[in-house]
């Protein structure tokens, strides 16, 4: 098979299926693909040069003899032969370093590593030994002794304390999660849409097919002339920006005197499976733009968007109408993708095999299920977002405790398959968004200088799914004045959840604007606290400076309030696995 078809591998895992209940509901496509990495790494091997070969023994080899000087050092049971205690959270536990199990976790540590470190000398192309490194970890990450109840002492431990009430409850967990299609990694009953989280008031002043768009009601007497229109990513729901009292960012922006609006996508079902980027841009950006200067009675509009909700505003942007064009204050780009350049770890998950595999998935289902996109997040940290649910729910039978942001998390959001392949083909793979003309959006070349406005590109330097350089080069896409902003956190940890009360992180600005990223990095200034705060002093500069007297009511006679915030399309039941028909 070293030498098969994507397809062909498809139609081997299938087949399988068929015969075996046991990989009937696994994903065919990443068996596919994994046995496809295995051939072609076993060719690659057998193409290397004698010298690459012998050091690639060689490895082996070294392999095999410091496993065997282990547990040859444990069978004579000297103090000195001990392995020391393990920084890895996995192995924390005093357990770990009792009796055989510290020599059982050092042996897994040198085998992974070991497996880890082989991979890494394939020599195949670039893009596939990126593939193979990634899943060879996720292969020896699997493999650890903490996954396992036999060989995990916590775990051990945990079921001799409640005479083995633990496996029962695990047990029960299991079939719970089962029932559910996923993982649970928080405590769902303890959250309710409005009760207590996505608490902020407001209504719904604007609803279409695609969209709600969200009036929050304002906190202080007078407001600023320019209001704010929220943009958030499609793949997720809006209210990670407005998760808890404390950390919401739309009562933030409220008690400094700002109007908020956002956009509620709505979460696709048979009803919108043939949307693509047209309709969300005109249908959902468009829409909701001209809405709320009709309703805020203003001048111009202050845009944030983060994510793909960013992609979308900059396509969008590139071609707003002229009327409308005049009326965009300034731009935001939270942890954008514009410049797809560098994916990051995204990348490997896209590529035309794995691309051409997932369109038999997209033509069954219609949709990309939300569900297909929160593993494929997952995969990216597999032991934080895997298995420690899997140790703990499942093998020590423990609930997990509430969590906001995982909870949020969980909450996923399918995407119409027109919009995905869409996205995935022209804009990620292709990375089109920044060569003017090469896309055409509402029947007008996509021309990313068309956005003369001034822009704020925000980046977060651990972020995993967009890497901050691909948004520093972001900025030199647009015509209008540009600011470049990096702080500390991960893609959600620093952006939308970086409240001033915290004061926790730092962020860089004033770097080199001439310089590259690095350059740019290394002449910028550190200043301590949140982003949030620079970036209102921003829009002060860049707004119109006026204030207004707070609206006593939200809407207006077009647009009549609807229903409560957070909603109705944000709690819609819709199925995340694909099962629409």
Known sequence: MATSSANEYLDFWKQVSENNPFFSNVDHAQLADLSRQMSTAY???????????????????????????????????????????SKDPRFR????????????????????????????????????????????????????????????????????????????????????????????TSDESAF????????????????????????????????????????PPCVNKFYIFDINEKKSMVRYLLEQGNSVYIIAWRNPGPELVDYGWDQYIETGIIAAFEACTEIAKADDVHMLSWCNGGTMQLAALSVFPEKLAKKVASATFLSSMIDASDPGQLEVFIDTPQIEMYKNRLKAAQVAPGRDIAQAMSMLHVNDSIWNFVVNNYLKGQDSPPF??????????????AWFTYYIEEIYVANKMKEPGALTLLGKPVDTRNIKMPCYFLAATGDHIVPW?????????????????????????????NHPAKNRRSFMTDGDAGADATGWQASATKTQGSWWDHWLAWLDKNGSGKTIAAPKSLGNKTHPPLADAPGTYVVEDVAQDGRLF
Request: proline letters at 5%; a negative charge.
């Open 43 to 85: 060719s690659a091997f057998a193409a290397m040069s004698p010298t690459a070969a012998v050091e690639w023994m060689q490895a082996g080899m070294a392999y095999q003899n410091e496993l065997a000087q282990l547990w040859f050092g444990g069978l004579t049971q000297s103090d000195d032969a001990k392995p020391a205690p």
């Open 404 to 417: 906001d942001i995982l909870h949020w998390n969980a909450d996923t959001s399918n995407l119409p398959s």
């Open 469 to 497: 350089e691909t948004s520093y080069v972001a900025k030199g896409l647009v015509s209008g004045d540009s600011e470049f902003v990096l702080t500390d956190g991960g893609h959600v940890s620093g952006t939308v959840i």
């Open 192 to 231: 309710e849409l409005g009760g207590n989280i996505a608490t902020t008031p407001g209504s719904v002043v604007f609803r279409n097919e695609l969209i709600e768009l969200i009036q929050y009601t304002p906190m202080t007497a007078k407001v600023n002339a320019t209001p704010i229109l929220i943009v």
């Open 93 to 184: 536990g005093d357990e770990w370093n009792e009796g055989v199990f510290p020599f059982l976790r050092k042996s897994y540590e040198i085998t992974a590593k070991a497996i880890a470190d082989m991979a890494d000398s394939a020599g195949l192309p670039e893009h596939e030994q990126r593939k193979l490194s990634f899943y060879a970890r996720v292969a020896a990450d699997a493999m650890a002794p903490s996954n396992f109840s036999t060989t995990n002492p916590e775990v051990l431990k945990r079921a001799q304390e409640t005479n083995g009430q633990s496996l029962i409850d695990g047990f029960q967990n299991v079939l719970r999660d089962l029932e559910k299609g996923y993982i649970t």
